[in-house]
């Protein structure tokens, strides 16, 4: 039988656990820019960096790798994944396209509990906002985007869309610290809302992809600015 904590005793977090705050401080080092696009990543520093075992870092690699933020090549290990500027008009080409379609098929006016949900989801990133909680802000963010977009009654046109968004983590995430964008975003998050009680399919369709466009144009801006200094 496992020993149980003594009275005050904080328990000792699970092998999951730990495994899942390796991945988690992983991907915010990389999605908040501490870790450069194109640094290779070192399994014996990031060990030291988490304090984690080989496994745990190995395997954090691995799921990184997955969401497409993390680049694994034989002979040189796993470096922070770079995407060229072509590649990320492509990648956004593709969200942008299932954006518009599971917005269009969101039934309006929408339901009043999906509009109480929203309005909840809404109110805690502004929490985080004002808080500078970044990783709070994240996941406030991509909480509210996939209630919405649930809310067009295919969950595999919703899994696709959760796959593009992991794939532009590293693209939007340092916009999270930036105060015009997040005013921004709340903005449009609100009147994301106002549209969802009345009929205008398209206005809210558009209004979706327009949402995405600060964060594109800000990383294209910073792949500009970085190949000129070279």
């Known amino acids: 039988m496992k020993p149980q904590p ?6 000792s977090p699970s092998r999951e656990e730990e495994q899942a705050e390796v991945i988690r401080r992983l991907e915010e080092d990389i999605i908040f820019g501490r870790f450069a ?5 070192v399994e014996d520093t990031l060990m030291q960096r988490y304090d984690a075992s080989r496994h745990f870092v190995r395997q954090a690699l691995f799921q990184l790798e997955r969401q497409g933020i ?5 002979n040189i290990g796993a470096t922070v994944r770079f995407y060229s500027a072509d590649e990320v008009r492509q990648i956004y080409e593709v969200r942008e396209m299932l ?3 599971a917005a269009l098929m969101i039934s309006l006016p929408a339901p009043s509990s999906l509009i109480e949900q929203l309005t909840e989801l809404q109110r805690q990133y502004c929490a985080r906002a004002d808080a500078q909680d970044l990783r709070g802000i994240h996941e406030a963010n991509d909480a509210f985007h ?8 295919n969950p595999y046109l919703v899994r696709s869309l959760q796959d593009y968004m992991n794939l532009t983590l590293p693209m939007r995430a340092k ?3 930036d105060r015009e964008g997040l005013a921004l975003s709340r903005r449009q998050h609100e009147l994301m809302i106002e549209l969802l009680k009345g009929r205008d399919s398209w206005a809210l369709a558009q209004l979706c992809v327009d949402h995405m466009q600060y964060s ?8 500009a600015e970085d190949e000129s200094k070279r």
Do not use: H
């Open 6 to 11: 003594s009275i005050g005793e904080t328990p």
């Open 37 to 41: 696009p194109g640094l290779r990543l």
């Open 70 to 74: 993390v680049l694994r090549e034989k």
């Open 99 to 101: 954006t518009r379609q």
């Open 146 to 153: 996939v209630a919405l977009f649930s809310a067009c009654g």
């Open 175 to 177: 916009n999270l610290a």
């Open 216 to 223: 594109k144009s800000d990383y294209l801006g910073r792949i």
